[in-house]
């Protein structure tokens, strides 16, 4: 019987082939057009699936802890200068091809005060710091990863850096966190946080407070776990800060079950700081206070060099951050070092806008232009939205609105003084989304929206790729 059913399949489709020959779409016969299914679509729809190529793009990746400056020669000649920068980023494109930060007319020199910085670490006694905002693409530390081992791998630093106590995702692929289950997280994301007696939300937007079970559930415990998967320079930190405030009530804290200290409290942002001689992989902190503060975050850092954290707005577009307390937010810049910040949104303006993104673009360029109000000389890169799939009868293609969304982006960017890089462009552009979903092993996951781990950290080395670039041009140019 299955043979017949076999036979009789191949009869049905040597029969849709003759009468797709014989008779031309569209005949007349007896009033009736006649209008047969034409093969050839059928068949073309593997040709429509053949989507970008990346091997390229992702061929020249190294995802490992090396550095990747490269030493050129002095040179005090202009022409020679140019020259030499000529030559050096065609040598870098070849090695490894990426895709270069975008600039204002006439400001290709905006992250040169930030490699002055860089550059004079050792001088100081705290690390510079970076940090990485985005929605959930750069959840469980992805990308951010990636660029925090270019920056210490290539100008010292070591740690994870600062950590919000309850974090947004239940994955992690740095450290894990062990904490007491009476903490609650406020965001400036959840709905009826407006109502909330404050708007002292932190650097990451977030803060947890205690809430005992019982009279007798008078600690806290906040537990930092070893988790080996991420770079190795992340894995250690010899410098603790933890990062609280709204109480005046005094704080007690035992470090590592074994010293007592007690910390004063105010309204502003306080903090406590740890240092250790050896490097450590595991921290744990139990503390106790009549009145339990809001607490921020906790920073593992290194004594010195460049720290990067990992900031997720789960749901974000990147028009939250004027919602948190001004004072508050520029306090905790001056005293945490920050000197850039890396904006990674677009993807939930997808579904929030459609068609027409230019009430998105003033509202983004005001956020820039608030952040960029809090620190003088505060370096800002904005990292454009990725390509985004959607599933049509010809297969996966790019969501038209992305381009629109990238271009608001850019042009934000621009109006506001600051860098921005096309992530779109980097991974391909038109169609790339598909090439890295059925890349083996995947580089997307099936959303076709978001990297996999895999994809992130492919992703955060293009950005490194371009940062780098960017350096080698300060190296030659600003000696």
Same mark, same amino acid.
């Given at each position: ?200 939300? /932190? ?19 906040? /537990? ?10 992340? %894995? ?9 405030? %709204? ?57 010195r060099g460049v720290a990067v954290d990992n900031l ?24 945490? =070092? ?5 904006? %990674? ?21 005001? %956020? ?8 003088? /000389? ?43 890089? =096309? ?31 895999? /994809? ?16 080698q041009k300060f190296t030659i140019l600003a000696r």
């Amino acid at each position: 019987m299955p043979r017949k059913i076999f036979l009789f399949g191949l009869c049905v489709i040597a029969l849709i082939f003759i009468v797709s020959e014989a008779i031309p779409e569209g005949m007349n016969i007896g009033g009736l057009v006649f209008r047969s299914p034409d093969y050839r679509k059928l068949l073309k729809k593997t040709e429509t699936e053949r989507y970008r190529d990346i091997s390229e793009i992702i061929g020249f990746v190294d995802t490992l802890d090396i550095q990747i400056i490269h030493e050129v020669d002095t040179i005090t000649d202009n022409d020679s200068i140019r020259l030499v920068l000529e030559l050096e980023l065609e040598r870098m494109r070849a090695e490894n091809p990426f895709h270069a930060f975008e600039f204002p007319d006439g400001q290709d020199t905006l992250l040169f005060p930030f490699f002055r910085l860089i550059n004079n670490t050792q001088s100081r006694n705290a690390p510079i710091r970076v940090l990485h905002y985005g929605d959930s693409q750069i959840e469980a530390d992805r990308i951010t990863s990636a660029i925090r081992n270019y920056f210490q791998r290539n100008h010292g630093g070591r740690g994870i850096g600062f950590l919000p106590i309850v974090p947004i995702a239940d994955v992690a692929i740095t450290f894990q966190r062990n904490v007491s289950s009476g903490w609650r997280r406020f965001s400036i994301l959840e709905r009826g946080a407006e109502r909330l007696e404050t708007n002292n939300f /932190g650097i990451s937007g977030n803060f947890v407070r205690y809430f005992p079970a019982n009279e007798n559930d008078t600690v806290a415990r906040i /537990g930092i776990l070893p988790y080996y998967d991420g770079y190795r320079n992340a %894995q250690t930190f010899t410098d603790v800060r933890l990062f609280y405030g %709204q109480s005046q009530f005094p704080l007690t804290a035992i470090v590592n079950r074994a010293d007592t200290l007690t910390y004063s409290t105010r309204n502003t942002v306080s903090s406590a700081r740890w240092r250790f001689e050896a490097p450590q992989n595991t921290f744990d902190l139990l503390l106790a206070s009549s009145d339990m503060p809001d607490i921020y975050g906790i920073a593992l850092d290194g004594e010195r060099g460049v720290a990067v954290d990992n900031l997720p707005l789960r749901g974000s577009s990147g028009l939250d951050f004027s919602r948190i307390d001004t004072e508050q937010m520029r306090q905790m810049l001056r005293i945490m =070092d920050v000197e850039m910040l890396i904006l %990674q949104f677009g993807a939930n303006v997808l579904t929030a806008h459609s068609g027409n993104y230019d009430y998105y673009s003033r509202m983004f360029a005001r %956020q820039l232009q608030f952040l960029k109000s809090l620190k003088p /000389g505060l370096a800002i890169i904005v990292v454009g939205v990725g390509d985004i799939s959607q599933n049509t009868p010809d297969g996966y293609v790019s969501h038209p609105d992305v381009v629109r969304i990238r271009d608001v982006q850019k042009r934000a960017a621009f109006e506001t003084g600051c860098v921005f890089w =096309d992530l779109y462009e980097a991974m391909g552009g038109e169609n790339s989304m598909p090439s890295w979903v059925f890349a083996q092993p995947p580089l997307a996951q099936r959303d076709f929206m978001h990297f996999t781990i895999s /994809g992130a950290r492919i992703a955060g080395d293009l950005f490194c790729r371009a940062l780098a670039a960017e350096y080698q041009k300060f190296t030659i140019l600003a000696r």
